[in-house]
Each structure stands twice: as structure tokens, then as C-alpha cells.
């Protein structure tokens, strides 16, 4: 993509860059693409794909992990395992957002509806389309007949990281309750929350109380989370020390504790610091939130050339559509080379990664003819409003726009273990003690994704 593409509504990248405010934070456009193309990255270049002994496209096809093939590589996690980063500049982004929206309208009736509209409408909309392509796509096939090999593996992968969007949700859904609290005790509020996960991690290790590791989906990323309610703020005045205080944690809790080198999950290992996320998690995101902040400054200057900023507008315009796409693009690779009989060399062999760069290259360039047929759906165009007494509108919208990010992020949670695969068959997965099958999973995304643009709407002409 150039820095001419239109990001969507008529408007052009280098339009958008040209009409960017002087009080703009570029560093945080950065960040965000930055870390959504290296979780890109890092998937294409760790996914180990075999096959049997007959080396077709039929059965024995399996996606393995390259960091499991060759442990050495783990460390790596410790720089690619940039999720927190995100999560760290959408706390910042979300409280810019709802203390906005509040100062204009200081009743408060209509804030939740509207902050949740805008925060989510381009990251849902996207993704309820990818949702639907593969969703129409598996029915067609499983009616035909079709399945077997990358086919079945594919069908169960590409939803995998769903699993993200489901906790962006959260956080946003989150943001107001947490920023007041932000307000009131600052670093005490941070400070909170990591003490949470601290517990959690001892009931779970010393004391072997079960299930309660589950908690720390929500204390480990809503710390981060409230990390960027502390840049919002100004509040991170000394990162250099967050960086080496995270560090340092992280690689004393691996050296002595019971957790791994991973920063992301390993097959079949007995402990995962994604899943659940755990304490060591949480110190390798402090460590990621204080180095990025540290190296602000000379990032920033080089943000403000105009070609470097053109680029950065135009990948954000497109951010997301590549990540919902990419893991179809590089299983789609894949299923050129088993078709044309390509052999696909163990992983971590020389053979492996001379055949690595190559693979990349394709998996990019499927990747852009993807973004090109589905990036319109990143940046809708603007609705009217609808005329409406806010007041009225407003007793029930905040109730059911929590409603409606709720049943989204349970469905995008779920789908993202089910899969697309065995829609006929009732394939289910466990979802916090409930089995949620994909067309259930599909129903509550798409009604939650309904309610909140429903409501949302409606309360726009007061937002």
C-alpha cells in the first residue's frame, strides 16, 4: 500500500497526513501499527507446517510452532510478544476519547453508548465481516463435502486470534469504571490491579487453588491497559525505570519460578504465560510499556518528516484488516505449495529457512490483495444522526450497550477457540464453564455488534 491510498470515505493517506493537528500523539500511531505488524510477523515466521509421509494436500497436515521445534528461539518472545504495547496506547486512546466525549456532554446520559460506537465501529466491523466470509465459507464447504488436510487446519487456525479482539473489548467496556478510578488514586489504581495479579499467581502456584488463574485475563491486561491512562495523564515521567523494573521481574520470576521462557504458548507445555496470562506476562508488558515510552523522543522527531508520516497513516488505515487477514494468507501459501506438490522441509533445517524468506513474501503480497478487497469495511463513512430527545433515548442505552459489548466479546472469545470447523457436527470449546459451539459463538457476536450500533446511533445526535 502507498501513502496515497484512500483509507476510506474519499479520503487519501496523504490528506489525512496533511490535515494532522500540531497536538497530535504520532508516537501512539506508531505504536499501533508497529505492534499489530509485528504479531503479523512473528506468526509467519514461527508457524511450522508438516505433512505425512505421502507429502500431499490430503490428510497429516499440521501446523506445529516453530519455538517448540527449536527452544533456543524463545527469547525471541521477549521482543515479538508486542501485544501489550497495544493494549498499553489503547488505554491512552480510550481515555482521550471518553474524557471528550464527557466534557461535551457533562449530564453523562448518553457517553457509554456513544464512547462504545466509536471505539468499536472500526474494529468491529471488519471483523464481523471476516467473520461472515469464513463463517459462509465453511457451510459451503461442508456441504460440498470438502474437508481434510490444511482445509480442517485452516478452518480452525484462522479464528485463533479473534482472541484479541475479545479482550480489546473488555477494555473498552472497562475504560470508564477504571478511568475514575484512575482519577482518584493514580498509580494507586495501577498499583491495584497488579497486586491482583501478584495474588492470583500465588493462590495458583503456592496454593493450588483451581481456576482461580482465569482472573488474570482481566488483571494482567487491564493493568497494561491502565498504563496508558498514566501517559494520558503525563504520569510516566521516568519509563527507564518501569523498562528495568519489568524487566527484571520478568527474568527473575522465569529463572526461579514456575514459568517459561515463552512469552506466548507452546504445545503441550504445563504452564502457558499467555494462557492464562500470568504475573511474568504482566512484567514483560511493564518492560515493553517503559521501553517504548523511553525511546518517545527521538521516535517522535523522526515521526514529524512528511514521507515517514504518510506511510504511518496509510498502515493505520489498514492495521486491522491485515491482522484479521493474515493467518488466511499465509495458510493459503501454504495450500499453493501442497498443491503443486512442493516439499515442505522439517522445520528449523537449513532447507526450512531457506525456503522461509520466500514463503513470507507470498504470504505479504496475499496478504495486500486481501486488505485491497476488504480494507473499505476499516473506515465506514459517517451516518446521519438521528433526531431524538436524549433524555428519553438515554435510561436504558447505557444498560443495553453493555449488554451488546458483552455478548460481542463473548462470541469473539468463543469463535476464536471453536473455530469455523465441524459446523454441522456441534464442535464445541469451553468458554469460562459454558460449551459454546461456532453458530452460537456467530449469533452473540453479531447480536451484540447489532445493539451496540443500534444504540449507539441513537444517542449520537447527543454524543
Known amino acids: 500500500m502507498t501513502a496515497t491510498t ?14 494532522t493537528p500540531a497536538t497530535r500523539d504520532r508516537y501512539v500511531d506508531l505504536l499501533r501499527v508497529a505492534s499489530l505488524g509485528t504479531v503479523v510477523l512473528g506468526h509467519w515466521l514461527m508457524a511450522a507446517v508438516t505433512t505425512g509421509g505421502d507429502g500431499g494436500s490430503g490428510g497429516g497436515v499440521e501446523v506445529g510452532n516453530l519455538l517448540a521445534v527449536e527452544p533456543r528461539l524463545q527469547i525471541l518472545t521477549w521482543a515479538l510478544q508486542i501485544m501489550p504495547v497495544f ?18 456532554h457533562p449530564d453523562g446520559e448518553s457517553v457509554y453508548p456513544a464512547f462504545l460506537r466509536a471505539r468499536l465501529q472500526r474494529l468491529l466491523r471488519p471483523t464481523m465481516v471476516f467473520i461472515g466470509v469464513w463463517g459462509a465459507a465453511a457451510v459451503l464447504l461442508q456441504l460440498a463435502g470438502q474437508g481434510g488436510g490444511l482445509l480442517d487446519v485452516a478452518l480452525r487456525l484462522v479464528a485463533q486470534p479473534l482472541w484479541f479482539i475479545g479482550i480489546y473489548l473488555a477494555m473498552v467496556a472497562f475504560t470508564p469504571p477504571l478511568l475514575k478510578l484512575h ?13 491482583a495479579a501478584a495474588l492470583v499467581d500465588v493462590l495458583r502456584f503456592a496454593l493450588d487453588v483451581p481456576y482461580v488463574e482465569f482472573l488474570n485475563f482481566a488483571f494482567v491486561w487491564l493493568a497494561v491497559h491502565q498504563l496508558g491512562f498514566l501517559r494520558a495523564d503525563g504520569r510516566l515521567t521516568r519509563p527507564y525505570l518501569l523498562a528495568g523494573a519489568g524487566l527484571a521481574g520478568a527474568a527473575l520470576l522465569v529463572a526461579y519460578g514456575p514459568y517459561p521462557l515463552s512469552m506466548v504458548g507452546m504445545p503441550g507445555e504445563k504452564v502457558s504465560n499467555m494462557a492464562p496470562p500470568t504475573f511474568a506476562l504482566l512484567c514483560h508488558g511493564l518492560w515493553l510499556a517503559g521501553a517504548v515510552e523511553w525511546l518517545r523522543g527521538p521516535v517522535g522527531r523522526w515521526l514529524e518528516r512528511p514521507k515517514v508520516w504518510r506511510a504511518v497513516v496509510a498502515a493505520n488505515g489498514i492495521s486491522m484488516t491485515a491482522f484479521l487477514w493474515h493467518l488466511s494468507a499465509m495458510l493459503g501459501v501454504y495450500g499453493v505449495l501442497l498443491a503443486l506438490g512442493t516439499e515442505l522441509p522439517a522445520p528449523a533445517t537449513g532447507a526450512w529457512w531457506a525456503q522461509l524468506p520466500p514463503r513470507i513474501a507470498a504470504a505479504a503480497v496475499l496478504t495486500a490483495v486481501l486488505v485491497a478487497a476488504f480494507r473499505g469495511f476499516e473506515r465506514p463513512a459517517a451516518r446521519p444522526s438521528r433526531a431524538g430527545d436524549p433524555r428519553r433515548s438515554g435510561r436504558y442505552s447505557g444498560p443495553a450497550a453493555a449488554l451488546g459489548v458483552t455478548l460481542c466479546l463473548f462470541g469473539v472469545l468463543g469463535l476464536s477457540m471453536v473455530g469455523f470447523g465441524g459446523l454441522f457436527e456441534g464442535r ?29 446511533r441513537g444517542e449520537r445526535s447527543s454524543a
Not at 493494549?87 to 464527557?102: E, K, P
Not at 449469533?443 to 451496540?452: E, K, S, Y
Open 6 to 19: 484512500s483509507t476510506g470515505a474519499g479520503v487519501s493517506a496523504s490528506e489525512l497526513a496533511a490535515a
Open 87 to 104: 493494549f498499553f496506547v489503547g488505554g491512552f486512546s480510550h481515555a482521550l476519547s471518553y474524557r471528550s466525549l464527557s466534557r461535551r
Open 183 to 195: 482519577e482518584r488514586y493514580g498509580w494507586g489504581a495501577f498499583g491495584g490491579l497488579v497486586a
Open 428 to 456: 464445541s470449546a469451553l468458554l469460562i464453564a459454558v460449551q459454546v459451539t461456532a453458530p452460537v459463538a456467530v449469533a452473540m457476536t453479531l447480536a451484540g455488534w447489532a445493539l451496540v450500533e443500534l444504540i449507539g
